[in-house]
């Protein structure tokens, strides 16, 4: 299983990016697959940022970013999208895409909760 994780880069204060991560595996369902997205500043522990239901009916979004972070998905596309609006140089981190199975509508928060991780893609907000 691979999530290729794409779109991130540097930015200023207040600018806003989309971050899309492709999902593939010769035996991976992208529609069997909560999917999500986790942070990490070098150091730090990973943070969760958001998540969303195997079918997109419902999201979970961290409350530091719930106001400037949506999370979608396209089940036709393989592909989870992070919009990032009004970025704050905080938010600069590697952003980790990530999936995990659903036995429910359930969304896991936990780092250890996930099945599949990306490698990542560098978000750097300059102030």
């Known amino acids: 299983v691979q999530l290729q994780a794409s779109g991130g880069g540097l930015v200023q204060a207040g600018d806003s990016l989309r971050l899309s991560c492709l999902a593939s595996?010769?035996?991976?369902?992208?529609?069997?697959?909560?999917m999500g997205w986790f942070r990490q500043v070098h150091g730090k522990e990973r943070e969760f940022v958001a998540a969303i239901t195997y079918r997109g009916s419902s999201t979970k979004i961290a409350e530091s970013v719930k106001a400037r972070f949506t999370i979608s998905r396209d089940n036709t596309k393989n592909t989870v999208y992070l919009q990032m609006n009004n970025l704050e140089p905080n938010d600069t981190a590697v952003y980790y895409c990530?999936?995990?199975?659903?036995?429910?509508?359930?969304?896991?928060?936990?780092?250890?909760?996930?099945?599949?991780w990306g490698k990542g893609t560098l978000v750097t907000v300059s102030s």
């Open positions: 595996g010769r035996t991976f369902t992208f529609s069997q697959y909560h």
């Open positions: 990530v999936a995990d199975l659903a036995y429910s509508d359930y969304l896991e928060e936990r780092s250890s909760g996930m099945d599949y």
